[in-house]
């Protein structure tokens, strides 16, 4: 496929994708991405700046749609190249949804001790990552390992507590909120509830101070504080 084939395969699938038909199209947007991998190596595209001159927004935009399509569909390998893919692209900004997608992506497939250790990595160097705890902990929650689920959110949640640097603490409030509900620690979940909700009167009235003035790009990092883009989170 060409560029301009690749872009019309991509418009196709989400014809599918619209009407809840994922596995439909992922199983268009698939070859599609596999073109598109190679057209990028073959005009030697080396970072994020280079791929969206090549192919425009809209391709990378559709990055997210198509993990969530090979997530739904069931296609762990598939998905596991392609956000190993996006990791090597040099300034590609969703950094955490490729890393999330790949250790989700390795417990599908039953990898669990590779995807602890990717997390664990990740974390050492980078311990205020707060979806990195809350991931973690799902994965081994989904896993039917309570105790460990238990033991990876504690320690998140102590050191997020104990941080000095900056740290989007309300998301992970909120995401520890849901893995306490799923564990019935009804304790530990109401007090994520509380300091979730003390976290955002904190944060919520320094993230807007003038409105009326500001528009906010879909592409641009997402006013909540979560570190993510805007359209792959309040403005999805």
Same mark, same amino acid.
């Given at each position: 496929?060409?560029?301009?084939?690749?872009?019309?395969?991509?418009?196709?699938?989400?014809?599918?994708?619209?009407?809840?038909?994922?596995? %439909?199209?992922?199983?268009?947007?698939?070859?599609?991405?596999?073109? =598109?991998?190679?057209?990028? &190596?073959?005009?030697?595209?080396?970072? #994020?700046?280079?791929?969206?001159?090549?192919?425009? %927004?809209?391709?990378?935009?559709?990055?997210? @749609?198509? @993990?969530? =399509?090979?997530?739904?569909?069931?296609?762990?390998?598939?998905?596991?190249?392609?956000?190993?893919?996006?990791?090597?692209?040099?300034?590609?900004?969703?950094?955490?949804?490729?890393?999330?997608?790949?250790? %989700?992506?390795?417990?599908?497939?039953?990898?669990?001790?590779?995807?602890?250790?990717?997390?664990?990595?990740?974390?050492?160097?980078?311990?205020?990552? &707060?979806?990195?705890?809350?991931?973690?902990?799902?994965?081994?929650?989904?896993?039917?390992?309570?105790?460990?689920?238990?033991?990876?959110?504690?320690?998140?949640?102590?050191?997020? #507590?104990?941080?000095?640097?900056?740290?989007?603490?309300?998301?992970?409030?909120?995401?520890?909120?849901?893995?306490?509900?799923?564990?019935?620690?009804?304790?530990? =979940?109401?007090?994520?509830?509380?300091?979730?909700? #003390?976290?955002?009167?904190? &944060?919520?009235?320094?993230?807007?101070?003038?409105?009326?003035?500001?528009?906010?790009?879909?592409?641009?990092?997402?006013?909540?504080?979560?570190?993510?883009?805007?359209?792959?989170?309040?403005?999805?």
């Amino acid at each position: 496929m060409n560029k301009d084939e690749i872009l019309q395969a991509i418009k196709d699938g989400y014809k599918e994708f619209l009407l809840g038909r994922t596995m %439909e199209a992922a199983k268009i947007w698939q070859p599609s991405w596999n073109d =598109a991998r190679n057209l990028i &190596t073959q005009k030697g595209c080396k970072n #994020e700046k280079e791929i969206l001159d090549l192919f425009g %927004e809209t391709f990378l935009n559709w990055f997210f @749609d198509f @993990d969530m =399509a090979l997530m739904e569909s069931d296609m762990h390998n598939e998905r596991l190249d392609f956000n190993r893919y996006l990791l090597t692209i040099p300034d590609y900004m969703d950094q955490d949804n490729p890393r999330m997608s790949l250790a %989700e992506s390795l417990a599908a497939l039953d990898r669990y001790e590779e995807a602890e250790s990717m997390l664990s990595g990740w974390l050492d160097a980078d311990p205020s990552w &707060t979806y990195g705890w809350t991931c973690w902990a799902n994965i081994f929650l989904d896993n039917g390992r309570r105790e460990k689920a238990q033991e990876i959110i504690e320690r998140g949640m102590a050191t997020i #507590e104990s941080s000095t640097e900056l740290v989007y603490s309300e998301i992970f409030y909120q995401n520890a909120e849901v893995i306490y509900r799923r564990l019935g620690i009804a304790e530990r =979940a109401d007090y994520c509830a509380k300091k979730g909700q #003390e976290s955002a009167t904190k &944060t919520k009235p320094m993230q807007m101070p003038n409105t009326a003035s500001l528009k906010v790009g879909r592409n641009d990092p997402c006013t909540c504080g979560s570190g993510k883009k805007y359209k792959k989170c309040c403005g999805c």
